[in-house]
């Protein structure tokens, strides 16, 4: 089997298996939200038996309670109290009396995840969807705190929106179509969303009383956080390489990862050969850390030479 045909060998930003033959990290995140939000429909327990006061009355229009949105929304008396976990696990809960606010997530993150899989590794997506809610959450908290509120918050919105500015910014004229009737180009999706948010954060600054039940602060968090990671071209994989550490049963490099990157070139092919093939196994391990945008001018123009050297062999 040629050296360019192997599956670690692939020189652009995508996963190393065809999405066409397996999930992709996109599937996989909406299988989770989806498989969450049937747990929390079927998972739950009288309002009545919740210890916080009002819950007597709360359970005339709530009689029941999802279990896991107890454990695990974004609750900041609860954060306060050390559970920080919260703050991403919030990120894949919805609301149960709502099933549209799951749809249009998941509606949005399939399509813009999918693209934006052509520029990013399936690992940086993972960290830029996890990441994202993060920033959201500790954004909706710190609204919360500044009010002197504690209403908890659900939903992968914050992230999702993080998501939609990324492909607005890369892709801005690209069209959405909404309510499946009126295409609008991407940047105005995302500058619409951005209002439709700000406005009443707006309000709430001014004194006035906003009970919309939409955490719209997260929602302007993540397209914040959104936005910067796109203008600065930020890589978040690197951060989070001692994450994959803890898998034991991680695939290990198939060639020996040399970190000389400027070696003496050989005299002969059969050494030359194989000093190529070390220099292929360095800059293909960036690759797939940090994204096809991260090699230098001379790291990609080695990385061309290798492909025709080793095509033309066979």
Known sequence: MGFESRDYARTDDRSYASPASRWTVVGWLIAVNVAVYIVQCVWTQPVRDLDFPGADRLEMFVPRYSVLDRW???????????????????????????IYHILFNMMVLFYAGRKLLDRYTEREFLWLYLVSGLVSGVAYVGWQLAFREMVPAIGASGAVAAIMVVYAFHWPWDRWVIFFVLPVPAIWVAVGA???DLYPMLLKLGGSPVASGVAHVAHIGGMAFGYL??????????WFNWVTTLNPFRRRPRLRVLRDETPER????????????????AILEKISTQGQASLSADEQSLLNEASRYFRNRG
């Open 72 to 98: 695990f929304s974004l609750d900041p008396a609860k954060i306060l109290q050390g559970q920080l976990w919260r703050l991403t696990t919030y990120d894949f809960l919805h609301a149960r009396e709502n």
């Open 194 to 196: 951005a209002i439709f």
């Open 229 to 238: 990671y796109a203008s600065n071209a930020w890589s978040l994989s690197p």
């Open 266 to 281: 050989p005299r002969g092919n059969d050494r030359y050969e194989r000093q190529l093939r070390e220099q292929m196994d």
